[in-house]
């Protein structure tokens, strides 16, 4: 059975540095895209980004506005991927979650989605 | 970010069957590309619900159903139940934005 566990959010000042994990476990994690999106309290999902599988490359695709300020990285030998995240804002305030993406054509879809894990940026 | 509209809330008594919209545009959903849905019960994370329009992966009631036509989408679900009360996303790919675009959310209450 896919699973997905995120974890390192927490609270992080503005203008701080954070990394999240997303371990996998059931399947490996090099040859699958995995996707990073986001939730705000009280709001809808943002697709934050992705890396792709090994066999697609590994390149990696970030929504636009976030793009150099998130960073998605890939361990394939701990089964885990990462976002870094730096110069955070309190708009990034938000639930993180990593997805497992399902290649179909030149796109994907999300088949299984971790837990989350809650990014709050306060002083 | 979201170029995908549906509406905030929608209800239904149990058993009756209700239905979510999803209003794209010409640089997504009316470009072709397919709409995917997913389920997302309170305080929990989303659930892969509906995929390529309308297939159901393993596991999902055959209550729930979708399809597509145009730049737009529809997400149904007939016998509505209790345990259906969750918030929907569509999804898709905006070709303009660049960016993998969600819905903005339908709430779904059974009264």
């Known amino acids: 059975e896919v699973h997905l566990v995120e974890s390192g959010g927490g609270l992080v000042q503005p203008g701080r540095s954070l990394r999240l994990s997303c371990a996998g476990s059931?399947?490996?994690?090099?040859?699958?895209?995995m996707t990073w999106v986001r939730q705000a309290p009280g709001t809808g999902l943002e697709w934050v980004g992705f890396?792709?599988?090994?066999?697609?490359?590994?390149?990696?695709e970030y929504a636009p506005s976030l793009k150099g300020s998130f960073r998605i990285s890939r361990d394939d030998s701990k089964n885990t991927a990462y976002l870094q995240m730096n110069s955070l804002k309190t708009a990034d305030t938000a639930v993180y979650y990593c997805a497992r993406g399902y290649l179909t054509g030149d796109l994907y879809f999300f088949d299984s989605w971790g837990q989350g894990t809650l990014v709050t940026v306060s002083s | 970010q979201s170029g995908l509209t549906q509406p905030p809330s929608v209800s239904g008594a149990p058993g009756q069957r209700v239905t979510i919209s999803c209003t794209g545009t010409?640089?997504?959903?009316?470009?072709?590309?397919?709409v995917h849905w997913y389920q997302q019960l309170p305080g929990k994370a989303p659930k892969l619900l509906i995929f390529?329009?309308?297939n159901r992966p393993s596991g999902v009631p055959d209550r729930f159903s979708g399809s597509k036509s145009g730049a737009s989408a529809s997400l149904a679900i007939t016998g509505l139940q209790a345990e259906d009360e969750a918030d929907y996303y569509c999804q898709s790919y905006d070709t303009s934005l660049s960016v993998y675009v969600f819905g903005t959310g339908t709430k779904v209450t059974v009264l």
């Open positions: 059931g399947f490996t994690l090099a040859d699958y895209t």
């Open positions: 890396i792709r599988g090994k066999p697609y490359g590994g390149t990696t």
């Open positions: 010409s640089s997504n959903i009316g470009t072709g590309y397919d």
């Open positions: 390529h329009n309308n």
